[in-house]
């Protein structure tokens, strides 16, 4: 047979057929994936015999005639544009171009292959940190090195029993720890060394200077920022911020860093990252429950499991974890019960839930006082404040109005908040009774317990007033006179603003309200001012609390009720001259107080 009467050509060139790839033609006897690479191209005939049944052109060999045109026409003008714009590039090429790019050979498809495996995209963020080989504080001179080995001497004494998730090895020199851990280090500095030093300033600008370049700009991610992290959230006190963002964004850090880690999902812990975890739940449920925010780490079973890992590390320290996380834990339930409770279900909702939870917190106090016999005296301490501060919640439903429309006065609500004005006081005690060492070193969950209960007392005696407060009925002058003398709110607040004020022995006032506590100490002052104008504003006297144990007191007339004339305390010297807070203001404050946010 001759080549023109019996044989056509094929459609499509053998290298394209091979490739599976669309042949599309670009001269003759050339197409342009084989002018593209630069492979021979060959087009094979076939038998005419074979396509003699075909007589008409299908559909799709119409289309594909079609298409093979127009193909044939764009190639032909971006040869046109080439030719007139050599030094500009074309979109419309470039785009033709990169989406026909060469064939992979074996080792592009092992890397797609192995690049699919893992569904996330994009290089592993750093675990090296991005200041490494910088000169530390006291390579600089700012801090010596004797008062470095004071620094981590003091963190293993006192701060690891008030918060012991962070541990260091024993017999590791602040010299070591340095070179190992340079951002731990630099956050054990922090934490211990006062709230009147006069580096203050410039180390917590030196930890921000890491968070920022090596957590935020570099995504770094390893164990020493999540333990320092959490050393530096848990003695946070500097700067004082409104709503405490700075606060919050630490300890962000903290749950975003354990989860990249993927301590939450690894096989196996070792005992530093078993204390991180149960650390960061600690931190995170206690910081976040307090100001209202939604508590994203759950106690789970990764958490039990960590917590019976602690029994067998050896360290003494380990033990006093559990009781810390089993009242957290509790605390958390409070705030979930609390939150989905439905104001229609009144006093009988309220007596069911506070039964209910009563019991769960028996079971959970019962245990949690089998461990303090084992713990230091600093350590027992900080869960006494935590039980106080439990029991304090568990009273808490009687603050609420909505669940008391219909009974406001009922007995079961008049018990609940005496038992709020009670708790709160014994929470107040025990810090006021505190070591000067042990308040130098409160956490800011410590803090934050001390400001509920600041808020919770003048709260529920303010709502019992309400109560039981008739101008027609002068008995009840007993009544509303022994409820302002148990509760003595301004003297016990003024001597915890004392307590607590030890820590800024120095300081000046301006450098004071740059500190968490500073600020707190100065808003419990104002309260203990103006809670006296809120008393008579209620009852329509003064109150003569506290005037058997002053005779100097000035006498303050009041014209609402005409009784005998009630005396102030000297404490407040003369009231007339002082502006009472407004009704606003003084609800604000209180709310404020609850809940941690003082500095609003």
């Known amino acids: 047979m001759n080549a023109t009467g019996s044989t056509v050509k094929r459609r499509a060139c053998v290298a394209c057929t091979a490739a599976k790839a669309k042949c599309t033609p670009h001269g003759v006897n050339l197409c342009q994936r084989c002018a593209r690479l630069g492979k021979p191209c060959t087009y094979l005939d076939l038998p005419q015999t074979r396509r003699k049944h075909k007589v008409a052109p299908s559909r799709v060999e119409v289309l594909e005639k079609k298409v093979d045109q127009l193909m044939s026409q764009l190639a032909t003008l971006t040869r046109q544009n080439e030719q007139t714009s050599p030094?500009?590039?074309?979109?419309?090429t470039s785009d033709l171009r990169s989406s026909c790019d060469p064939e992979p050979d074996s080792t592009d498809i092992s890397a797609l292959l192995d690049a699919a495996k893992d569904p996330s995209h994009g290089l592993d963020p750093p675990t090296s940190s991005g200041l490494e080989g910088q000169p530390s504080i006291v390579d600089r001179g700012l801090l010596s090195e004797a008062e470095a080995e004071r620094f981590v001497a003091t963190f293993q004494l006192d701060l690891v029993p008030k918060f012991p998730f962070v541990l260091i090895a024993y017999g590791e020199t602040a010299a070591q720890l340095r070179d190992r851990e340079p951002f731990l280090f630099l956050c054990i500095v922090a934490a211990t060394m006062g709230n009147t030093h006069p580096l203050r300033k410039t180390v917590a600008e030196e930890i921000m200077?890491?968070?920022?370049?090596?957590?935020?700009?570099?995504?770094?991610?390893?164990?020493?920022?999540l333990r320092g992290l959490l050393v530096h959230s848990a003695w946070y006190s500097y700067p004082a911020e409104k709503y405490h963002p700075r606060l919050l964004l630490l300890i962000q850090f903290c749950v975003s860093t354990l989860y990249d880690l993927g301590l939450h999902r690894k096989p196996s812990l070792n005992p530093d990252e078993q204390r991180a975890l149960l650390g960061t739940y600690w931190l995170s449920a206690s910081i976040y429950g307090t100001l209202g925010r939604p508590v994203v780490m759950k106690h789970d079973g990764r958490t039990d499991e960590c917590l019976e890992s602690m029994a067998f590390t050896g360290r003494l320290s380990d033990q006093w974890i559990t009781p810390f996380i089993h009242l957290q834990s509790f605390l958390t339930t409070i705030d979930e019960v609390y939150a989905a409770m439905q104001p229609s279900g009144g006093r009988v909702l309220v007596q069911a839930t506070h039964g209910s939870l009563q019991r769960q917190f028996d079971r959970v106090r019962a245990c949690v006082e089998k461990e303090l016999s084992s713990c230091p005296s600093s350590t027992g301490n900080a869960i006494l404040i935590e039980i106080k501060y439990a029991e304090i919640r568990l009273e808490e439903l009687s603050l609420r109005e909505d669940l008391w429309t219909s009974e406001p006065a009922r007995a079961v609500r008049t018990t609940m908040l005496i038992s709020i004005i009670q708790r709160s006081k014994e929470l107040i005690h025990t810090v006021k009774s505190l070591p000067v060492s042990e308040i130098a070193h409160m956490t800011i969950t410590t803090s934050a317990r001390i400001c509920a209960a600041v808020g919770y007392i003048p709260t529920a005696v303010l709502t019992l007033l309400n109560l039981m407060t008739n101008p027609a009925d002068t008995a009840i002058e007993a009544q509303v006179q022994a409820v302002v003398d148990e509760a003595e709110y301004p003297k016990l607040v003024t001597e915890l603003a004392n307590a607590l004020e030890t820590k800024f022995e120095g300081m000046s006032a301006a450098d004071k309200e740059t500190d968490i506590v500073g600020s707190l100490c100065s808003k419990m002052r104002l309260l203990a001012r103006c809670y006296p104008y809120q008393i008579r504003a209620v009852v329509g006297m003064a109150p003569s609390q506290d005037a058997r144990q002053d005779?100097?007191?000035?006498?303050?007339?009041?014209?609402?009720?005409?009784?005998?004339p009630q005396v102030w305390p000297s404490l407040y010297g003369d009231l007339d001259d002082i502006f009472p807070v407004g009704d606003i203001q003084w609800d604000s404050l209180l709310s404020n107080f609850t809940g941690f946010g003082y500095l609003a």
Do not use: F, I, Q, Y
Request: glycine fraction near 2%.
């Open 551 to 564: 005779p100097s007191m000035m006498a303050v007339h009041t014209s609402e009720v005409p009784m005998t």
């Open 209 to 225: 200077k890491h968070v920022t370049l090596r957590v935020v700009t570099r995504s770094e991610r390893n164990l020493e920022l």
């Open 87 to 92: 030094g500009t590039s074309n979109p419309l």
